[in-house]
């Protein structure tokens, strides 16, 4: 998902993808820790999703307003 599609979501939703997404780069990790894992680039991709996602959130809390497009 793209940045711009995640600042449209309100802040308790984003709450919600960022357990999501940790929850789902710790399966991965497990995953890749027990050699099941088809794409290594998917934890990359994993973490990037929560970079984003917290990075819209710290945003939020210091009334930082990007424009969406």
Do not use: W
């Amino acid at each position: 998902m793209k940045a711009i599609e995640y600042r449209a979501k309100s802040l308790e939703d984003l709450y919600i993808e960022l357990k999501n997404g940790q929850e789902k780069l710790f399966h991965a990790r497990f995953n890749h820790a027990t050699g099941q894992l088809g794409k290594p680039l998917e934890l990359r991709g994993l973490r990037r999703e929560i970079a984003k996602i917290k990075t819209i959130i710290r945003e939020r809390e210091l009334g930082i307003e990007r424009k969406v497009k």
